[in-house]
Protein backbone atom coordinates (compact mmCIF):
# COMPACT_ATOMS: atom_id res chain seq x y z
CA UNK A 1 0.00 0.00 0.00
CA UNK A 2 1.57 3.53 -0.84
CA UNK A 3 -1.29 5.82 0.30
CA UNK A 4 -2.66 6.22 3.29
CA UNK A 5 -4.83 8.36 5.64
CA UNK A 6 -5.70 9.50 9.41
CA UNK A 7 -7.29 12.18 10.68
CA UNK A 8 -6.21 15.40 13.09
CA UNK A 9 -7.43 18.55 13.73
CA UNK A 10 -6.71 22.11 13.26
CA UNK A 11 -7.28 25.54 15.29
CA UNK A 12 -7.86 28.52 13.71
CA UNK A 13 -8.59 31.32 16.68
CA UNK A 14 -10.76 28.98 19.12
CA UNK A 15 -12.59 27.04 16.36
CA UNK A 16 -11.00 23.27 15.38
CA UNK A 17 -11.59 22.07 11.79
CA UNK A 18 -10.98 18.27 11.04
CA UNK A 19 -7.93 17.81 9.12
CA UNK A 20 -7.40 15.00 6.97
CA UNK A 21 -4.17 13.52 7.11
CA UNK A 22 -2.85 12.13 3.59
CA UNK A 23 0.44 10.38 3.02
CA UNK A 24 1.46 9.12 -0.50
CA UNK A 25 5.20 6.92 -1.60
CA UNK A 26 5.72 6.79 -4.72
CA UNK A 27 8.89 6.11 -6.63
CA UNK A 28 11.59 8.59 -6.70
CA UNK A 29 14.24 10.48 -5.07
CA UNK A 30 13.65 10.49 -1.67
CA UNK A 31 12.29 13.58 -0.38
CA UNK A 32 9.19 14.44 1.89
CA UNK A 33 6.80 17.23 0.54
CA UNK A 34 4.16 18.74 2.94
CA UNK A 35 0.96 20.32 1.33
CA UNK A 36 -2.04 22.13 2.74
CA UNK A 37 -0.69 25.76 3.59
CA UNK A 38 1.80 24.52 6.38
CA UNK A 39 3.59 26.99 8.53
CA UNK A 40 7.07 27.10 9.51
CA UNK A 41 6.53 24.25 12.90
CA UNK A 42 4.67 22.44 10.42
CA UNK A 43 7.32 22.30 7.59
CA UNK A 44 9.78 21.58 10.21
CA UNK A 45 7.63 18.10 11.04
CA UNK A 46 9.12 15.74 8.45
CA UNK A 47 12.66 15.86 10.18
CA UNK A 48 11.28 15.41 13.79
CA UNK A 49 9.12 12.59 12.28
CA UNK A 50 11.61 11.51 10.82
CA UNK A 51 13.67 10.94 13.77
CA UNK A 52 11.06 9.49 16.17
CA UNK A 53 10.37 7.02 13.35
CA UNK A 54 13.50 5.33 13.27
CA UNK A 55 14.36 5.86 16.97
CA UNK A 56 11.22 3.92 17.35
CA UNK A 57 12.56 1.02 15.67
CA UNK A 58 10.86 1.62 12.62
CA UNK A 59 11.84 1.34 8.95
CA UNK A 60 11.77 5.04 7.04
CA UNK A 61 10.84 4.52 3.86
CA UNK A 62 13.58 5.55 1.13
CA UNK A 63 11.03 6.76 -1.25
CA UNK A 64 9.57 10.01 -2.54
CA UNK A 65 6.57 11.03 0.46
CA UNK A 66 4.03 13.25 -0.35
CA UNK A 67 1.93 14.77 2.49
CA UNK A 68 -0.83 16.74 2.36
CA UNK A 69 -3.20 18.17 5.01
CA UNK A 70 -6.72 18.53 3.51
CA UNK A 71 -9.04 20.89 3.25
CA UNK A 72 -5.78 22.73 1.56
CA UNK A 73 -7.27 26.12 1.93
CA UNK A 74 -7.05 25.72 5.32
CA UNK A 75 -3.99 27.33 7.32
CA UNK A 76 -2.41 25.08 9.45
CA UNK A 77 0.12 25.73 12.72
CA UNK A 78 2.02 24.13 14.93
CA UNK A 79 2.75 20.61 15.68
CA UNK A 80 -0.18 18.93 16.84
CA UNK A 81 -0.03 16.95 13.73
CA UNK A 82 3.42 15.30 14.27
CA UNK A 83 2.23 12.07 15.62
CA UNK A 84 -0.67 11.86 12.62
CA UNK A 85 1.57 12.41 10.11
CA UNK A 86 3.96 9.77 11.27
CA UNK A 87 0.79 7.09 11.80
CA UNK A 88 -0.12 7.97 7.95
CA UNK A 89 3.58 7.72 6.83
CA UNK A 90 3.52 4.37 8.34
CA UNK A 91 0.26 3.45 7.29
CA UNK A 92 1.24 4.22 3.26
CA UNK A 93 4.86 2.22 3.68
CA UNK A 94 2.88 -0.81 4.58
CA UNK A 95 4.39 -1.05 8.32
CA UNK A 96 1.07 -0.36 10.12
CA UNK A 97 -2.67 -1.40 8.96
CA UNK A 98 -4.57 1.24 10.01
CA UNK A 99 -7.91 0.08 10.64
CA UNK A 100 -7.52 0.63 14.35
CA UNK A 101 -7.01 4.30 13.68
CA UNK A 102 -10.43 4.39 11.38
CA UNK A 103 -12.56 7.23 12.35
CA UNK A 104 -9.96 8.23 14.99
CA UNK A 105 -8.41 11.89 15.40
CA UNK A 106 -4.66 11.67 16.54
CA UNK A 107 -3.17 14.41 18.44
CA UNK A 108 0.42 15.21 19.30
CA UNK A 109 3.89 16.41 18.78
CA UNK A 110 6.80 13.71 18.81
CA UNK A 111 10.30 13.93 20.26
CA UNK A 112 13.50 13.09 18.35
CA UNK A 113 13.34 10.25 20.35
CA UNK A 114 10.10 8.84 19.56
CA UNK A 115 8.81 10.28 23.11
CA UNK A 116 4.86 12.29 22.40
CA UNK A 117 4.89 15.80 23.96
CA UNK A 118 1.62 17.88 24.95
CA UNK A 119 0.27 20.50 22.84
CA UNK A 120 -1.68 23.07 23.39
CA UNK A 121 -5.27 23.80 22.13
CA UNK A 122 -6.28 20.23 23.18
CA UNK A 123 -9.60 20.76 24.91
CA UNK A 124 -11.17 22.75 21.48
CA UNK A 125 -9.58 20.24 19.00
CA UNK A 126 -11.16 17.33 20.84
CA UNK A 127 -14.37 19.56 21.07
CA UNK A 128 -14.37 20.15 17.28
CA UNK A 129 -13.83 16.24 16.45
CA UNK A 130 -16.91 15.13 18.91
CA UNK A 131 -19.50 18.40 16.72
CA UNK A 132 -17.89 16.21 14.12
CA UNK A 133 -19.20 12.80 14.90
CA UNK A 134 -16.07 11.66 16.19
CA UNK A 135 -16.14 10.15 19.23
CA UNK A 136 -12.38 8.49 20.09
CA UNK A 137 -9.31 10.44 19.69
CA UNK A 138 -5.70 9.85 20.78
CA UNK A 139 -4.14 12.18 22.39
CA UNK A 140 -0.38 12.75 24.15
CA UNK A 141 -0.38 11.70 27.94
CA UNK A 142 0.29 14.64 29.48
CA UNK A 143 -2.67 16.22 27.76
CA UNK A 144 -5.43 13.21 28.76
CA UNK A 145 -7.15 14.53 31.75
CA UNK A 146 -7.86 18.14 29.44
CA UNK A 147 -8.93 16.14 26.56
CA UNK A 148 -11.84 13.92 28.85
CA UNK A 149 -13.39 16.79 30.10
CA UNK A 150 -15.22 16.70 26.15
CA UNK A 151 -18.38 14.60 26.93
CA UNK A 152 -19.10 11.91 24.79
CA UNK A 153 -16.01 11.12 23.49
CA UNK A 154 -13.47 8.18 23.75
CA UNK A 155 -9.95 9.61 25.20
CA UNK A 156 -6.97 7.37 25.13
CA UNK A 157 -3.35 8.64 25.49
CA UNK A 158 0.07 7.68 23.98
CA UNK A 159 3.71 9.00 25.53
CA UNK A 160 5.75 7.50 22.78
CA UNK A 161 5.19 6.72 18.74
CA UNK A 162 6.12 3.19 19.60
CA UNK A 163 2.90 2.34 22.20
CA UNK A 164 0.38 3.70 19.40
CA UNK A 165 2.73 1.38 16.80
CA UNK A 166 2.29 -1.67 19.35
CA UNK A 167 -1.52 -0.54 19.37
CA UNK A 168 -2.21 -0.76 15.87
CA UNK A 169 0.01 -3.49 15.10
CA UNK A 170 -0.57 -5.72 18.11
CA UNK A 171 -3.63 -4.44 19.75
CA UNK A 172 -1.38 -3.64 23.27
CA UNK A 173 -3.94 -0.88 25.13
CA UNK A 174 -3.68 2.43 25.31
CA UNK A 175 -3.38 4.83 28.45
CA UNK A 176 -6.49 5.84 29.74
CA UNK A 177 -7.21 9.39 31.66
CA UNK A 178 -6.58 9.90 34.89
CA UNK A 179 -9.83 10.45 36.97
CA UNK A 180 -10.34 14.25 37.82
CA UNK A 181 -10.26 15.43 41.55
CA UNK A 182 -12.50 18.23 42.45
CA UNK A 183 -10.13 21.59 42.88
CA UNK A 184 -10.29 22.66 45.93
CA UNK A 185 -11.40 25.70 46.89
CA UNK A 186 -9.15 29.07 46.13
CA UNK A 187 -8.19 32.08 48.61
CA UNK A 188 -9.30 34.25 47.82
CA UNK A 189 -9.13 37.97 48.71
CA UNK A 190 -12.32 39.49 50.84
CA UNK A 191 -14.50 42.52 50.54
CA UNK A 192 -14.28 42.46 53.84
CA UNK A 193 -11.08 43.79 54.14
CA UNK A 194 -11.52 47.06 52.49
CA UNK A 195 -11.81 49.87 54.84
CA UNK A 196 -14.60 52.10 54.26
CA UNK A 197 -15.63 53.34 50.68
CA UNK A 198 -19.21 52.78 50.75
CA UNK A 199 -19.24 54.14 47.25
CA UNK A 200 -16.53 52.51 45.96
CA UNK A 201 -18.54 48.96 47.82
CA UNK A 202 -21.68 50.05 45.67
CA UNK A 203 -20.31 50.57 42.49
CA UNK A 204 -18.42 47.50 42.35
CA UNK A 205 -21.28 45.17 43.73
CA UNK A 206 -23.73 47.27 40.82
CA UNK A 207 -21.15 46.70 38.29
CA UNK A 208 -20.71 42.63 39.65
CA UNK A 209 -24.62 42.34 39.08
CA UNK A 210 -25.14 43.75 35.35
CA UNK A 211 -21.54 43.08 33.97
CA UNK A 212 -20.48 46.77 33.64
CA UNK A 213 -17.08 47.97 33.26
CA UNK A 214 -15.70 50.01 35.83
CA UNK A 215 -13.67 53.02 36.44
CA UNK A 216 -11.89 53.83 40.24
CA UNK A 217 -10.12 57.35 40.38
CA UNK A 218 -8.52 58.10 43.41
CA UNK A 219 -4.74 58.69 45.89
CA UNK A 220 -2.71 55.86 46.63
CA UNK A 221 -4.33 53.65 49.30
CA UNK A 222 -7.59 54.71 48.57
CA UNK A 223 -8.22 50.98 48.08
CA UNK A 224 -8.64 51.14 43.98
CA UNK A 225 -6.44 47.69 43.48
CA UNK A 226 -8.59 46.14 46.48
CA UNK A 227 -11.93 46.47 45.50
CA UNK A 228 -10.71 45.74 42.00
CA UNK A 229 -8.90 42.37 42.99
CA UNK A 230 -12.30 41.60 45.03
CA UNK A 231 -14.84 41.72 41.98
CA UNK A 232 -14.34 37.97 40.52
CA UNK A 233 -15.28 37.07 44.27
CA UNK A 234 -18.32 38.81 43.45
CA UNK A 235 -19.22 36.76 40.69
CA UNK A 236 -20.73 33.58 39.90
CA UNK A 237 -19.08 30.61 39.01
CA UNK A 238 -19.60 30.11 35.16
CA UNK A 239 -21.82 27.65 34.18
CA UNK A 240 -20.89 24.43 31.96
CA UNK A 241 -20.80 26.82 28.48
CA UNK A 242 -18.63 29.53 29.51
CA UNK A 243 -16.20 27.07 31.27
CA UNK A 244 -16.03 25.49 27.95
CA UNK A 245 -14.76 28.78 26.78
CA UNK A 246 -12.95 29.60 29.18
CA UNK A 247 -10.86 26.67 29.54
CA UNK A 248 -10.11 26.80 25.49
CA UNK A 249 -8.67 29.77 25.89
CA UNK A 250 -6.78 29.12 28.35
CA UNK A 251 -5.54 25.90 26.69
CA UNK A 252 -4.57 27.94 23.27
CA UNK A 253 -2.65 29.92 25.24
CA UNK A 254 -0.51 27.33 27.37
CA UNK A 255 -1.99 28.77 30.60
CA UNK A 256 -4.19 25.60 31.69
CA UNK A 257 -3.32 24.62 34.87
CA UNK A 258 -2.32 21.16 35.81
CA UNK A 259 -5.48 18.19 36.57
CA UNK A 260 -7.53 19.03 33.34
CA UNK A 261 -10.05 20.72 35.07
CA UNK A 262 -13.14 22.66 33.88
CA UNK A 263 -12.07 26.50 34.80
CA UNK A 264 -15.37 27.69 37.11
CA UNK A 265 -13.77 31.21 38.93
CA UNK A 266 -14.38 34.34 36.65
CA UNK A 267 -10.48 34.97 35.65
CA UNK A 268 -8.84 37.65 36.76
CA UNK A 269 -6.20 39.34 34.43
CA UNK A 270 -4.10 41.84 35.48
CA UNK A 271 -1.10 43.14 32.86
CA UNK A 272 1.75 45.33 33.50
CA UNK A 273 1.24 48.96 32.48
CA UNK A 274 4.53 48.18 30.00
CA UNK A 275 2.02 45.46 28.24
CA UNK A 276 2.29 45.99 24.58
CA UNK A 277 -0.88 45.97 22.16
CA UNK A 278 -0.49 42.25 20.89
CA UNK A 279 -0.47 41.08 24.61
CA UNK A 280 -3.61 42.98 25.71
CA UNK A 281 -5.97 42.14 22.19
CA UNK A 282 -3.46 39.45 21.49
CA UNK A 283 -1.30 39.03 18.35
CA UNK A 284 1.66 37.20 17.50
CA UNK A 285 3.62 35.89 14.03
CA UNK A 286 1.81 33.33 11.98
CA UNK A 287 -1.39 32.26 14.59
CA UNK A 288 -2.58 35.40 16.50
CA UNK A 289 -2.32 34.44 20.23
CA UNK A 290 -5.40 35.74 22.60
CA UNK A 291 -4.08 38.49 24.52
CA UNK A 292 -5.03 39.21 28.10
CA UNK A 293 -8.44 40.76 27.25
CA UNK A 294 -9.56 37.04 25.66
CA UNK A 295 -8.12 35.54 28.76
CA UNK A 296 -10.20 37.74 31.19
CA UNK A 297 -12.83 36.15 28.96
CA UNK A 298 -16.33 35.49 31.28
CA UNK A 299 -14.12 37.58 34.16
CA UNK A 300 -12.38 40.38 34.47
CA UNK A 301 -9.56 42.79 33.14
CA UNK A 302 -7.74 45.03 35.64
CA UNK A 303 -5.56 47.86 34.34
CA UNK A 304 -4.12 49.30 37.70
CA UNK A 305 -2.34 53.26 36.85
CA UNK A 306 -4.55 53.04 33.29
CA UNK A 307 -2.93 56.55 32.39
CA UNK A 308 0.61 54.94 32.83
CA UNK A 309 -0.11 52.69 29.43
CA UNK A 310 0.58 53.81 26.24
CA UNK A 311 -2.27 55.68 24.37
CA UNK A 312 -2.30 52.68 21.87
CA UNK A 313 -3.38 49.81 24.16
CA UNK A 314 -5.75 51.67 25.70
CA UNK A 315 -7.53 52.58 22.46
CA UNK A 316 -6.81 49.21 21.16
CA UNK A 317 -9.78 48.04 23.98
CA UNK A 318 -12.51 50.45 22.26
CA UNK A 319 -13.90 48.10 19.63
CA UNK A 320 -13.36 44.62 21.26
CA UNK A 321 -15.40 46.11 24.50
CA UNK A 322 -18.07 47.64 22.45
CA UNK A 323 -18.50 44.21 20.16
CA UNK A 324 -17.62 41.38 22.59
CA UNK A 325 -14.53 40.00 20.72
CA UNK A 326 -10.95 40.50 19.02
CA UNK A 327 -10.68 39.98 14.97
CA UNK A 328 -7.03 40.08 13.86
CA UNK A 329 -6.10 40.15 10.31
CA UNK A 330 -2.60 38.44 9.31
CA UNK A 331 -1.84 37.84 5.77
CA UNK A 332 -2.97 34.37 6.20
CA UNK A 333 -5.97 34.74 6.99
CA UNK A 334 -7.99 36.15 9.99
CA UNK A 335 -8.40 34.79 13.57
CA UNK A 336 -11.49 35.73 16.01
CA UNK A 337 -11.01 35.33 19.98
CA UNK A 338 -14.33 35.74 22.24
CA UNK A 339 -13.98 39.10 24.69
CA UNK A 340 -17.04 39.37 26.56
CA UNK A 341 -15.33 40.89 30.06
CA UNK A 342 -15.41 43.65 32.72
CA UNK A 343 -12.64 46.40 32.40
CA UNK A 344 -11.75 48.06 35.41
CA UNK A 345 -9.53 50.83 35.62
CA UNK A 346 -7.52 52.36 38.37
CA UNK A 347 -5.85 56.15 38.69
CA UNK A 348 -4.79 58.44 40.42
CA UNK A 349 -5.68 61.83 39.95
CA UNK A 350 -2.24 63.10 38.86
CA UNK A 351 1.24 62.27 38.65
CA UNK A 352 2.41 63.42 41.91
CA UNK A 353 -0.70 61.31 43.68
CA UNK A 354 -0.27 63.22 47.35
CA UNK A 355 -2.09 60.65 49.62
CA UNK A 356 -3.78 63.49 51.21
CA UNK A 357 -5.67 64.02 48.22
CA UNK A 358 -5.98 67.66 46.52
CA UNK A 359 -5.00 69.94 48.97
CA UNK A 360 -1.39 69.15 48.81
CA UNK A 361 -0.95 68.27 45.27
CA UNK A 362 2.24 70.41 43.13
CA UNK A 363 0.92 69.59 40.20
CA UNK A 364 -0.17 72.03 37.70
CA UNK A 365 -4.32 72.32 36.44
CA UNK A 366 -2.62 71.42 33.11
CA UNK A 367 -0.42 68.56 34.11
CA UNK A 368 -3.10 67.02 35.94
CA UNK A 369 -5.61 67.62 32.32
CA UNK A 370 -2.50 65.73 30.42
CA UNK A 371 -2.54 62.71 32.77
CA UNK A 372 -5.93 61.81 33.06
CA UNK A 373 -6.21 62.93 29.22
CA UNK A 374 -4.39 59.46 28.25
CA UNK A 375 -7.83 58.06 29.19
CA UNK A 376 -9.66 59.19 25.76
CA UNK A 377 -13.08 60.30 25.67
CA UNK A 378 -14.40 57.57 23.32
CA UNK A 379 -12.67 54.74 26.52
CA UNK A 380 -14.53 56.99 29.24
CA UNK A 381 -17.97 56.86 27.38
CA UNK A 382 -17.17 52.87 27.17
CA UNK A 383 -16.99 52.57 31.52
CA UNK A 384 -20.67 52.13 32.81
CA UNK A 385 -19.80 52.89 36.64
CA UNK A 386 -17.30 55.86 37.02
CA UNK A 387 -16.71 56.61 40.79
CA UNK A 388 -13.94 58.57 42.58
CA UNK A 389 -12.75 57.39 46.01
CA UNK A 390 -12.10 59.30 49.05
CA UNK A 391 -9.19 58.71 51.76
CA UNK A 392 -9.62 56.51 53.80
CA UNK A 393 -9.90 57.86 57.53
CA UNK A 394 -8.39 57.02 60.63
CA UNK A 395 -11.71 55.54 62.20
CA UNK A 396 -12.51 53.20 59.16
CA UNK A 397 -9.03 51.97 59.08
CA UNK A 398 -8.81 51.13 62.84
CA UNK A 399 -12.22 49.65 63.03
CA UNK A 400 -10.72 45.88 62.59
CA UNK A 401 -13.05 44.19 60.39
CA UNK A 402 -13.09 47.26 57.85
CA UNK A 403 -17.15 47.69 58.51
CA UNK A 404 -18.49 45.86 55.51
CA UNK A 405 -20.29 43.36 54.22
CA UNK A 406 -18.01 39.97 53.51
CA UNK A 407 -17.68 38.63 49.68
CA UNK A 408 -19.97 36.17 50.71
CA UNK A 409 -23.38 38.00 51.17
CA UNK A 410 -22.42 40.58 48.75
CA UNK A 411 -22.16 37.61 46.17
CA UNK A 412 -25.34 35.97 47.11
CA UNK A 413 -27.14 39.61 45.91
CA UNK A 414 -25.00 39.45 43.23
CA UNK A 415 -25.99 35.81 42.27
CA UNK A 416 -29.79 36.36 42.56
CA UNK A 417 -29.73 39.94 40.69
CA UNK A 418 -27.58 38.07 37.89
CA UNK A 419 -30.12 34.63 37.84
CA UNK A 420 -33.22 37.72 36.97
CA UNK A 421 -31.58 39.41 34.51
CA UNK A 422 -30.63 36.55 32.80
CA UNK A 423 -34.18 34.85 33.10
CA UNK A 424 -35.61 38.25 31.59
CA UNK A 425 -33.47 38.71 28.56
CA UNK A 426 -33.21 34.42 27.68
CA UNK A 427 -35.46 35.47 24.73
CA UNK A 428 -32.59 37.85 23.45
CA UNK A 429 -29.66 35.18 24.77
CA UNK A 430 -27.91 37.83 26.99
CA UNK A 431 -26.43 36.72 30.05
CA UNK A 432 -26.62 39.90 31.93
CA UNK A 433 -28.00 43.48 31.69
CA UNK A 434 -24.48 45.46 29.98
CA UNK A 435 -25.24 42.91 27.09
CA UNK A 436 -28.56 44.28 26.36
CA UNK A 437 -28.45 46.08 23.38
CA UNK A 438 -30.03 50.22 23.90
CA UNK A 439 -32.75 50.02 21.55
CA UNK A 440 -34.40 47.37 23.17
CA UNK A 441 -34.28 49.16 26.03
CA UNK A 442 -35.77 51.98 24.70
CA UNK A 443 -38.86 50.32 23.30
CA UNK A 444 -41.62 48.47 24.83
CA UNK A 445 -41.85 46.92 26.67
CA UNK A 446 -38.81 47.73 28.38
CA UNK A 447 -39.14 51.36 27.81
CA UNK A 448 -38.98 53.54 31.46
CA UNK A 449 -41.42 55.91 31.76
CA UNK A 450 -40.83 59.18 31.14
CA UNK A 451 -41.49 60.46 35.18
CA UNK A 452 -38.21 58.48 35.79
CA UNK A 453 -35.99 59.28 32.68
CA UNK A 454 -36.38 63.00 32.44
CA UNK A 455 -33.37 63.91 34.76
CA UNK A 456 -31.42 61.44 32.16
CA UNK A 457 -33.09 62.68 29.25
CA UNK A 458 -32.51 66.90 29.91
CA UNK A 459 -28.81 65.64 30.54
CA UNK A 460 -28.42 63.87 26.97
CA UNK A 461 -30.65 67.71 25.55
CA UNK A 462 -28.05 69.21 26.98
CA UNK A 463 -24.65 67.38 26.01
CA UNK A 464 -23.55 66.72 29.41
CA UNK A 465 -24.38 62.75 28.13
CA UNK A 466 -23.71 61.05 25.42
CA UNK A 467 -26.70 58.35 23.60
CA UNK A 468 -24.22 55.72 24.45
CA UNK A 469 -23.97 56.79 27.97
CA UNK A 470 -27.46 57.16 27.92
CA UNK A 471 -28.22 53.85 27.20
CA UNK A 472 -25.43 52.36 29.85
CA UNK A 473 -27.18 54.48 32.56
CA UNK A 474 -30.13 52.67 31.94
CA UNK A 475 -28.89 49.42 32.20
CA UNK A 476 -27.18 50.46 35.27
CA UNK A 477 -31.06 50.72 36.55
CA UNK A 478 -31.88 47.58 35.67
CA UNK A 479 -28.97 46.45 37.17
CA UNK A 480 -30.03 48.18 40.79
CA UNK A 481 -33.75 47.39 40.44
CA UNK A 482 -32.17 43.30 40.25
CA UNK A 483 -30.27 44.06 43.51
CA UNK A 484 -33.39 45.07 45.45
CA UNK A 485 -35.36 42.40 43.93
CA UNK A 486 -37.70 44.54 41.90
CA UNK A 487 -39.53 44.02 38.47
CA UNK A 488 -38.34 47.45 36.89
CA UNK A 489 -36.36 49.92 37.64
CA UNK A 490 -37.65 53.31 39.50
CA UNK A 491 -36.76 57.35 39.79
CA UNK A 492 -34.39 57.09 42.58
CA UNK A 493 -32.49 53.89 40.44
CA UNK A 494 -32.10 56.32 37.64
CA UNK A 495 -30.47 59.03 39.51
CA UNK A 496 -28.53 56.37 41.29
CA UNK A 497 -27.12 55.05 37.94
CA UNK A 498 -26.62 59.23 37.13
CA UNK A 499 -24.10 59.44 40.06
CA UNK A 500 -22.59 56.17 39.53
CA UNK A 501 -21.17 57.50 36.33
CA UNK A 502 -20.91 61.11 36.99
CA UNK A 503 -20.79 61.30 40.56
CA UNK A 504 -23.15 64.20 40.11
CA UNK A 505 -25.71 64.01 43.31
CA UNK A 506 -29.15 64.57 41.84
Known amino acids: MSYAKVLSVGLVGVTGHLVEVEADLAAGLPAVVISGLPDTALHEARDRVRAAVVNSGQRWPNRRITLNLLPATLPKFGSAFDLAIAAALLGGSGELPLVPLDRVVILGELGLDGTVRP ?15 IDRVIVPVANAAEAAVIPGVRVRAVD ?40 GR ?9 GHHLALLGPPGAGKTMLAERLPTLLPE ?16 GLLPPGGRLLRRPPF ?19 ARPGAISLAHRGVLFLDEAPEFSK ?42 KPAGDAYCECSPLTRRRYLGRLSGPLLDRIDVQVTLQPVRAAELMSGDGGGESSAAVARRVGAARGAAAARWAVLGRRVNAEVPGPHLRRPPWRLPARDTAELRGRLDSGSISARGFDRVIRMAWSIADLDGRDRPNREDVLEAIQLRTGDLT
Not at 119 to 133: D, I, Q
Not at 269 to 287: E, K, M, R
Not at 336 to 353: G, H, K, S
Open 238 to 253: LDDEAALEVTALHSIA
Open 269 to 287: QAPHHAATIPSLVGGGSGL
Open 202 to 210: RALEVAAAG
Open 119 to 133: VRGVLPMVAAAARAG
Open 312 to 353: GALEALRQPLEHGRVQLARSRGGTEYPARTQLVLAANPCPCA
Open 160 to 199: TLHRLVAFVRDGTPLIEPPAVEAAPAPDAPDLADVAGQEM
